[in-house]
């Protein structure tokens, strides 16, 4: 009788890769009204280190523009560096393209915040993300295209 091994999941590390924040347009951009347009752009990539271990990188990039110029661009990598044993490939990847990057969203939410309040913006409180459904609206997507790759293929036939 072969005994089933637990699944296990520890977090090793958690850092910033790289950061930036620039503003193109001070001081000038202190001379208008603040009424910001905030754009948020956001990535997740996933390498595998070693047989149990991952390194996860969340990438934000906030570009905020007032009057169609640009006040600021604050970018953060926020990394995670995680052991997962013992899970099946389906639950992994779950884990990696949800689960991970919601653990790392709040640390990157405060460092941009941080940038911006230390370039004298007013903070900029980014919503909470629910990478759970951005993960299955992912996966229908792939899952559509594969459906319709293999249908390409069959009327190929």
Avoid at 1 to 6: G, L
Avoid at 32 to 52: F, G, S, V
Avoid at 129 to 142: M, P, R, S, T, V
Wanted: aromatic share 10%.
């Amino acid at each position: 009788m072969t005994e089933q091994k637990k699944p296990v999941f520890g977090i090793q590390r958690l850092y910033i890769k790289d950061s930036s924040f620039e503003s193109p347009n001070s001081p000038q951009i202190f001379r208008h009204p603040w009424e910001p347009k905030i754009n948020l752009d956001m990535n997740t990539k996933t390498k595998q280190l070693d047989a149990a271990v991952y390194e996860v990188v969340l990438m934000l990039t906030v570009t905020t523009k007032v009057s169609d110029e640009v006040a600021f661009v604050a970018e953060v990598q926020q990394c995670g560096i995680f052991n997962m044993e013992n899970f099946e490939e389906e639950v992994k990847n779950q884990m990696l393209g949800a689960y991970c990057p919601n653990l790392l969203f709040p640390y990157a939410r405060a460092y941009i915040d941080n940038l911006v309040v230390q370039g004298s913006f007013p903070p900029v409180h980014l919503a909470p993300i629910n990478f759970d459904a951005i993960y299955q609206q992912k996966l229908a997507e792939l899952n559509a295209k594969s459906d319709s790759d293999s249908e390409t293929e069959s009327s190929m036939h």
